[in-house]
């Protein structure tokens, strides 16, 4: 007999891209995305941070002020487009923890990516997660919020 208690592909999705957000050096927000297709492929992972290049070191991670983290990170969302170099993304599904911004919706829609699964909409209330829901929606891109049985996905390096 077949093993019962194997997780689900949305658990699999999102676990992945929870792992990919542990990438992430921002001291304060880290966002995992997993992109795959309709066989359930993963075409493409990304986590927020700096672009290739932009050392980790020498840009500011600060929420407020003159010099902010905002003006230089690159989401996990498209992050995860990007890294995809140039495969189609058409009719793809998002996997991410954090509802994705109106700047990250622009890139999903134009990108063909169908469906985006969520974990969190933290920010539900902004401006800036209003506007992504109105064109997400516009768009007809189908918008899930991820919900398991599980707590939680343990990974051990050493049995």
Not at 42 to 54: A, V
Not at 60 to 85: C, F, M, P
Request: hydrophobic residues 35%; glycine residues 6%; charged residues 25%.
């Amino acid at each position: 007999m077949k093993r019962k208690n194997y997780i689900s592909w949305d658990e699999y999705f999102m676990g992945v891209a929870l792992l990919a957000s542990k990438r992430s050096k921002d001291p304060n927000t880290q966002v995992g995305a997993c992109i795959v297709d309709d066989n359930n492929i993963i075409i493409s992972t990304g986590y927020n941070g700096f672009p290739f290049g932009c050392s980790d070191d020498d840009y500011s991670w600060a929420r407020d002020g003159a010099d902010t983290k905002y003006q230089y990170v690159v989401h996990a969302e498209l992050n995860a487009i990007l890294n995809a170099n140039g495969k189609s993304l058409k009719g793809a599904k998002l996997y991410v923890d954090l509802f994705p911004c109106n700047e990250c919706a622009k890139a999903i829609i134009q990108s063909g990516i169908r469906e985006i699964v969520y974990l969190y909409d933290k920010y539900a209330d902004t401006p800036q997660t209003i506007a992504s829901k109105k064109m997400l929606t516009s768009a007809g891109i189908k918008l899930t919020q991820f919900s398991s049985g599980l707590d939680s996905l343990t990974l051990e390096f050493r049995k």
